[in-house]
């Protein structure tokens, strides 16, 4: 039995009752076993119901990141992993324990009765989804400033771990965007997404818990002598310790007429918009085969064009056969692929995009040129300090997620960190999920309670409405181990690496890649046998 006993004796479905809990025997105790979960109904309230370690409890069912259902996932011991996007919550307290996303589950009450199962939700319960972990607020007394340069998921799951920690000195969150921390996973689905839409987090929020915001301000000099940042309107802020998390910007093309109008890069919700508006029965052309390669055909253009430098599309990430069965999901819409080639010359008229030559010597039209073909890292106010840069101006970290120097912390987009699952191999993985880990990481270390990052990457990606999940790193596997048929649009794959699993993607699998990514954060080995095997109870499918 867990949990406090319910206020009634007897079922009572009824919301709109005087009780402030709502009852209901949800099953027979022998229907559920001990390591099972299953979704219920109390009060037209979805419940997920976990029995573990003999133990019964009771949390919302729907994911706080997109609402996936949490009953179709991965569950292991005392946590749930979401089917969608890899995010954890503690069954027994409805705490998030792995991102993506920021908020909590409510957490219900379970009573077993004459082998029969009751679970009480409070009305309250009922009328939200998703709950705000518990934070402080700034304490007046307390002479000290956490600041943190960069207006990402990285800074704010950052700032709110430090008020979840109860950090009573002041927070300053700053950020060049003109925009308050938002869901930047958007928008190469929803080009014409509007920008309060995705906002994370509102200024209400940021106000109650004293965490101060400053946008459209740049960092521009960092002095750790001084411990000092410097800012182009000429104004500075000391810090005791510093969380530098300022990210990546879109790389231009270095060709002439890369400049023109209608050449555009995808960065922010305007960016999104300019290009979902412009793009409407137009030759529109894309450079570049990334994540946001191929998103963008959705009837609007005329045409669309792919350029790209490999072979084929996902190559270096998802391997040839995914990159394969991509171009031809793509080929099937009409959209043209010119693959082993690149951008030499963009030629315009009265200052707009006209024409582009490739390396090869073709010549396309276009009306709208977009650019997605990697990242610089938004370093250039670390040249000259006392942080220490990579040969390509990345920031490299330790575990804590700690600089080379003392009290100066990285995350996200711009930290080279080392990866548990590769071997403490040193990597800079540019995904939303990673950053946020990260943020809770920094903001851990800065308050002086060492914990290591040992998140297991997961990420995603949709292609004309498929969601293809990943998680794992793949990086230098030597061999895939197929499940399913790519032609069917059903299939997991298995990247192998000195007889392991160590990366895993799959289309229409669910919740295949949540299990396997399980696996990997309690370092439980995947072998090649296991992969190559008939026999796949282990990945506890439905």
Known sequence: MSGGLPTKTSPDPDPDSESEEVTEEVCLESELQDGEMMEVEVGH????????????????????????????????????????????????????EEFPGLDCLPCHKVEVRNSKVFVSVNKQS???????????????????????????????????????????????????????????????????????SILLRQMEFFLRHDIEVWLRKEAKALDTGSKTVTFSDGSWQSYDQLLISTGCRARKLDCAGADLQNVCLLQTPEDARRIHYSCFRKHVVIVGTSFIGGLLHDGRAR????????????????????????????????????????????????????????????????????????????????????????????????????????????????????????????????????????????????????TELSSVPFYWTVLLGNTIRYAGFGEGYTEMVLKGRFEDMKFLAFYIKDDVVVAVTGLNFDPAISQVAERLATGKAITKAMAESDDLSWLKLP
């Open 45 to 96: 309230h979805n419940v997920l119901l976990v029995r573990s370690g003999g133990h019964y409890s009771a949390i919302g069912n729907q994911c706080t990141h997109y609402g996936a259902p949490l009953s179709k996932g991965a569950l292991s011991g005392n946590r749930v992993r979401c089917p969608w996007h890899g995010a954890c919550f503690n069954v027994k307290t409805g705490d998030l």
């Open 126 to 196: 009922l009328k939200q989804r998703k709950r705000v972990k518990e934070m402080g607020r700034r304490d007046p007394g307390v002479i000290h400033t956490m600041l943190l340069i960069g207006g990402g998921s990285a800074s704010l799951v950052c700032a709110e771990t430090l008020r979840q920690q109860n950090y009573g000195g002041r927070i300053v969150m700053v950020t060049s965007d003109d925009l308050l921390p938002y869901d930047k996973t958007t928008l190469s689905k929803v080009m014409n997404v509007q920008s309060d």
């Open 303 to 450: 045409s669309v064009t792919v350029i790209g430098s490999s072979e084929l599309p996902y190559q270096k990430t998802l391997g040839p056969e995914i990159g394969r069965l991509t171009l031809q999901m793509l080929a099937a819409q009409a959209v043209k692929f010119f693959m082993n080639d690149s951008v030499l010359e963009i030629r315009g008229e009265s200052g707009k995009v006209k024409e582009v030559l490739l390396k090869s010597g073709t010549v396309l039209p276009v009306d709208v040129l977009i650019v997605g073909i990697g990242v610089v890292p938004n370093s250039e106010f670390l040249q000259g300090s006392q942080v220490e840069l990579d040969s390509k101006n990345f920031v490299p970290v330790d575990k804590c997620m700690r600089t080379s120097v003392p009290g100066v912390f990285c995350a996200g987009d711009l930290a080279c960190f080392p990866l548990t699952m590769a071997q403490d191999r040193r990597v800079n993985i540019g995904h939303w999920q990673m950053a946020q880990a990260q943020g809770r990481i920094a903001a851990l270390n800065m308050l002086n309670r060492e």
